[in-house]
């Protein structure tokens, strides 16, 4: 019997401990998604859709994805110094987190687009708030000065749309485009709009990192 017995009574305990700890974080996860929040304003997590994208993300965001401090070292760095310059602009806090997801806080990156700097602006949008960019001098790469010229581009698109989570997608796509998808699909609520992919996913991956940042012991970081 005991060559049966013991395997047996193993399996059972590993059984039941795995489940104990996946009904555990279940818990935590389904709590923590019902009260997640962008600019205030609380996520509609009742949308199966919301909530699979949510639950995507911050796992992405996770460490065991990462695996890397940097995210957190920038973010102790940079994001304090955001907070204070988009609040002097009435910008709300959580676009702080713009930078950390469009460049990770490094003005060196560079898409095939052309967009460059902490806030991957591009260059005519750049040249339209302020920044100098031209083959001598390139602002985007300058902290402060960038960070100025985005609330200055976040408050014109709050002008535009009237609602913060709308000026999140529009920063990542481009107001005009924006203003088009809204237009075909009578639909002005961004958790409804059909939007390409990156678009569809930037503001759910802004409020990711904001979690992950906030929180970052419940997602694996040893802070």
Known sequence: MDSFDDPY????????ERMKRDRTSGIVREEKLNSLSFADELVPTERKSVKQKL???????SFKKQQSLKMHEKA??????????????????????????????????????????????????ARLYGLRVNGQVDERLDFEKSTHAAAKYLKSLYAQFG????????????????????????????YRLRLNAETGSYV???????????????????I
Do not use: C
């Open 55 to 61: 639950g995507k993300y911050l796992t992405i965001f």
């Open 163 to 190: 609602d913060w989570t709308l000026v999140a997608a529009a920063y990542n796509v481009g107001g005009g485009s924006l203003r088009g998808s809204i237009k075909r699909q009578g639909i002005d609520d961004y």
């Open 9 to 16: 009574k193993k399996m059972i305990i590993e059984h039941a």
């Open 204 to 222: 759910y991956k802004l409020i990711s990192v904001k979690e992950v940042i906030e929180n970052p012991n419940q997602y694996g970081y040893n």
């Open 76 to 125: 102790d760095k940079y994001l304090p110094k955001i907070s204070k310059i988009l609040k002097s602009y009435d910008i709300p806090d959580d676009f702080k987190y713009i930078p950390l997801v469009e460049s990770g806080l490094n003005p060196k990156v560079t898409s095939h687009k052309g967009a460059g700097g902490y806030w991957q602006f591009m260059p005519a949008t």
